[in-house]
Structures are given as C-alpha cells and as structure tokens.
C-alpha cells in the first residue's frame, strides 16, 4: 500500500513537470507568431526574410555562374483561383495544387525561380548547365536555396514544382488562414 502510494505521487510530479514544460514551450512557440486577426487580408509584400534571403540567393547564385530570376514572389488569393482552374476547366497543364488561400504565396512565404541563358532568355530547363561544371544550374540553386533555410518544391513527392521556393516559419496553412503570420527577430534577417 504504500508503495503504491509513492508510485502515484511520482506519476504526480511527472504529470506536473510535464504540464510545466508544455506550458513553457507554447508560450515561446507564440512568440515566433503574431495574431492579426481572422479578417486581415493577406500582405502584399514578400516576408522580410523571406525577402532577404532570396536576395543572398541571387548573389550565391551569381558568384557560381548562374543568372536566377525571381518570376513569381506574392500573389493574390484571385490570381491563384485562376492558376488553379488551369488545367481543370481547360485542356492546359495543370500547375498547381493549391487553391486561393491554400499557397505560401499568398502569404509572402513563397518565390519561384528560373534561370536566365546566355541569350538573355528565361528558361525553365532543368538540365541546362550554363556554368559549365557539370551539374545542373537548377539543381545547384536549389542546393544553395536549402542551405539558406527555403524548403524546395522539387523535393517534394506528390507534386514536383521545381521552381517552387518557400519559408513556412513552422506556420501551417491553416494557422496562416486564421490570421496568424511570422514574428521575426531583428537579427533573423
Ligand atoms: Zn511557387
């Protein structure tokens, strides 16, 4: 009986160092969000270090031989309706998976690349080698993408979308929605 009796007060203090430590961790994690709102509409600028870090992007990018042009940064909640329907109501590709709302483009949270050819030419070739070492330019700035902290849509297993860059700050779609956003320190950027 007794021991029974120490048993439960450990799993007491366990249960309560626990509840401590859950406490502790979710406060911490909202710092890192703030909560506008359900009603605010999404911004119309890229996240500042979303921004920031596409620029060191186009710079490593450059010192390696490769011209990276950003074809696509926020976009609007009615424009990706219309991506959308592409591919669905018309014979088109289909080129997205994300209706209005559900993309970190429209958050600021996303950019799609592509690569500039000698020619002057935009292109969306993912063999081109333009620097001549080997390797494919897209693959290398997707390498460079990654070590600057962006997740690579090329990456992922269902839908591939290669030029596809983005910075989710561990915000779902879903909290995005509700209105919550990134909160970021001044020395992050
Ligand atoms: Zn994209």
Not at 136 to 148: G, M, N, R, T, Y
Request: no cysteine.
């Amino acid at each position: 009986m007794k021991r029974y009796r120490k048993d439960i007060t450990t799993w007491i203090l366990i249960i309560l160092f626990l509840t401590i430590l859950i406490i502790i961790y979710n406060e911490q994690k909202n710092d890192r969000y703030i909560d506008t709102g359900k009603n605010t509409a999404p911004p119309e600028k890229l996240d500042p270090v979303v921004a920031a870090k596409t620029s060191q992007l186009l710079k490593k990018s450059s010192q390696q031989g490769i011209d990276v042009v950003i074809t696509e940064k926020v976009r609007s909640i009615k424009r990706q309706n219309k991506l959308y329907e592409q591919g669905r109501l018309s014979d088109e590709k289909v080129v997205t998976y994300a209706k209005g709302g559900e993309s970190y483009h429209n958050y600021g949270l996303a950019v799609d690349y592509a690569l500039r050819n000698k020619d002057g030419e935009i292109i969306w070739n993912i063999n081109y080698d333009g620097n001549n070492n080997g390797k494919s330019d897209w693959f290398e700035v997707a390498e460079i993408a990654k070590e600057l902290g962006f997740e690579w849509g090329g990456d992922w297993s269902k839908f591939k979308d290669y030029p596809h860059l983005q910075m989710d700050f561990g915000l779902s779609i879903r909290q995005l929605k509700k209105g919550l956003r990134p909160s970021h320190d001044q020395n992050e950027k």
